[in-house]
C-alpha cells in the first residue's frame, strides 16, 4: 500500500512538472525528474536522524554526523570537507531514568538536559522540595539551608496540561478565559518570586547547588500535548533533569500536600574535555567564475531531546539532496557552488559566523546565499533581506521554478537584514545577499522545535522534496546569472521599539571555546 501510494504521487509530479517543462530549460527539467523519481530523502533522513541521532555541540554524534556527510558527499563524487573553526565542552549524554520511590512506585517521564553532571553510578535517591514564596533575596537566602540533600523543584507548574486549541475546541467561552486569566496571574506571581530570589533561570541552579542540593528538577511545557522543550544544563556537579508537564505536576502537588516524595535518579553521561568543532563544507567548482560563489546554508547541529528531525534535519535533507541533484543535473556551474553545514548554530550561529570571519574572500565572491532552517513544510516566505535590488534577480530566478512550487510563497521586497535567528544573518551582517527560505509551519514552535518530539516521524517529505526542487533551482539560476548580484543596501524603516532609524547588523565573532565556564 505505501509502495502504491508513492508510485501514484511520484507518477503525479512527473507528468504535471512535464506539463509545465515542456519549454523549459533541460538543466531544470532533469532537476526535477531526478528529484521526483530518484529521490534519497527518506534514506539521508533515516541515516541522520535515526542512525546518527541528536547532534548537540561538542559530542561524539556530531562529529560522526559530519564524518557521515563528508563520506555521503566524497560518494556523490563531490570534494569534500570537515573544516575545524574551534572547541567545545565535550559531553556524552547516557541513559537517563528516573523513577518516584514514595510515596508509590511509578516510573516517570523525562530526561537530564544537555551537558547535564552525571549522577553516581547507583543514581542520587532524595525527597523533593519546591521553591518557597519569599519577600526578598535575604528570605531567601535564609530558606537555602532547606535544600541540602534534596532534590529541588524550580518550573512553575501548570494549570492545564491541554494547549489551548484543544480548550478553544471543547470549552466554554467563559471557561476558557478563567483559565488563561487564572495562568497569566499564577505565571506573573511566579515571576516576580523568581525576581524576588536575586536569581534568574541560570543563577538559581547554580546557587542551590552550592547550598547543598543533590539534583535540580524542571519542566519546560511547549504548550502542547506530551512535549517539553530540551536545552542545556548550568549545574556542574550535581544533574539536571526535565520532566514531562504531567508528572511534575504530581509531583508538584503531593510536595504541596505534605506526603514528600522521593524521586530516584539515574542520569548517566560522560565529560569529555575540549573536542574540536567543525563545519562541513562541499563544493561543485565553478567552470568560468570559481571565485564567485553560490552558497547553501544549513545548520547540521540540534539539540538532544530528540533527534534534530525538523531542527535542521530538514534543512540538511534539502541542502544536501540540492547538491546531490545538482551534481548530476549541472555538473559544470559557472559558479562555484558550495554547501555550508554549520556548526554550534544553536549557541549563537557559532559555526556561520566563523565561516564568514574566516574566508572573507569567499564572502567577498558570493552570488547568493539560501539558508533551510524552520522546520519541515514547504517553503511559503522568501524576503530580500534589505537588499535594494534582490527583487530583480531573485524575481528572475523565482519565475523558472514550476508554479506548483511558487504559488505559495509570498516575497517581501526588499524586506530587513535578520540580526539572529539562522545563519543566514552572519552572511546578511557581513553585506553579502543572503535569503531565507521560511517554511510552512506545520506546528513547529510548539511541538518540534527545540522538543523532546523532533523525530523523524515528524518530517513531511512532500514538503521537503518541493525544498529541494526549489534550492536546486535557485541555485541554478543563480550561477548562470549574467552579472554579479547588487548589494546595494535599502534605507532601512524607523524601528516600532526605539523610534529610531534601524542601522544593518555588524558582523559578530564567534564562541570558539564554548561551554567551558
Known sequence: MIKKTSLLFTLFLVSSFALWAQDKDAVIETIIQEATENSQLETLGHQLMDGIGPRLVGTPQMKNAHDWAFTKYESWGIPARNEQWGEWKGWERGISHID???????????????????????????????????????????????????????????????????????????????????????????????????????????????????????????????????????????????????????????????????????????????????????????????????????????????????????????????????????????????????????????????????????????????????????????????????????????HEVPREITDEIETTFPGTPARGGSDYASFQAAGAPAFSLSSLSWSYWNYTWHTNRDTYDKIIFDDVRNNAILTAILAYMASEHPEKTSREKAVLPISNRTGEQLEWPSPRSPERNGGQN
Not at 130 to 143: A, I, K, Q, R, Y
Not at 223 to 236: D, E, L, Q, S, W
Open 100 to 398: 518516584m520511590v514514595h510515596p508509590r512506585v511509578q516510573s516517570l517521564r523525562g530526561t537530564q538536559l544537555a551537558w547535564s553532571p552525571s549522577t553516581p553510578k547507583k543514581g542520587v535517591t532524595a525527597e523533593l522540595v519546591v521553591l518557597p514564596m519569599v519577600s526578598d533575596s535575604l528570605e531567601f537566602v535564609n530558606w537555602l539551608p532547606n535544600v541540602k540533600g534534596k532534590l529541588v523543584m524550580i518550573s512553575m507548574p501548570q494549570p492545564t496540561g491541554r494547549p489551548d486549541y484543544n480548550w478553544e475546541e471543547f470549552a466554554t467561552e467563559k471557561s476558557f478565559e478563567k483559565m488563561k486569566k487564572e495562568r497569566e496571574e499564577q505565571t506573573e506571581a511566579w515571576r516576580k518570586n523568581i525576581g524576588n530570589t536575586g536569581l534568574d533561570r541560570r543563577t538559581l541552579p547554580v546557587a542551590l547547588e552550592k547550598a547543598g542540593a543533590v539534583g535540580i528538577v524542571a519542566s519546560y511545557w511547549s504548550r502542547g500535548f506530551g512535549v517539553n522543550k530540551i536545552f542545556g544544563a548550568y549545574t556542574k556537579e550535581i544533574p539536571t533533569v526535565d520532566l514531562e508537564l504531567e508528572d511534575y505536576g504530581m509531583l508538584y502537588r503531593l510536595v504541596e500536600s505534605g506526603q514528600k516524595p522521593q524521586l530516584h535518579i539515574v542520569a548517566e553521561s560522560k565529560e569529555l574535555g575540549k573536542v574540536p568543532t567543525f563545519n562541513t563544507i562541499a563544493e561543485i567548482k565553478g567552470s568560468e567564475k570559481p571565485e564567485e560563489y553560490v552558497i547553501l546554508s544549513a545548520h547540521f547541529d540540534s539539540w538532544d531531546g530528540g533527534t534534530g528531525a525538523t531542527d535542521n534535519g530538514t534543512g540538511t535533507l534539502v541542502m544536501m539532496e540540492a547538491m546531490r541533484i545538482l551534481k548530476k543535473a549541472y555538473p559544470n556551474p559557472k559558479r562555484t557552488i558550495l554547501v555550508g553545514h554549520w556548526g554550534s548554530e544553536e549557541q549563537g550561529l557559532n559555526g556561520s559566523r566563523a565561516f564568514v570571519e574566516d574566508n572573507p574572500e569567499i564572502v567577498e565572491g558570493v552570488q547568493a546565499v539560501f539558508n533551510q532552517d524552520n522546520g519541515t513544510g514547504r517553503v511559503v516566505r522568501i524576503s530580500g533581506g534589505g537588499f535594494l535590488d534582490s527583487y530583480d534577480y531573485l524575481g528572475k530566478w523565482l
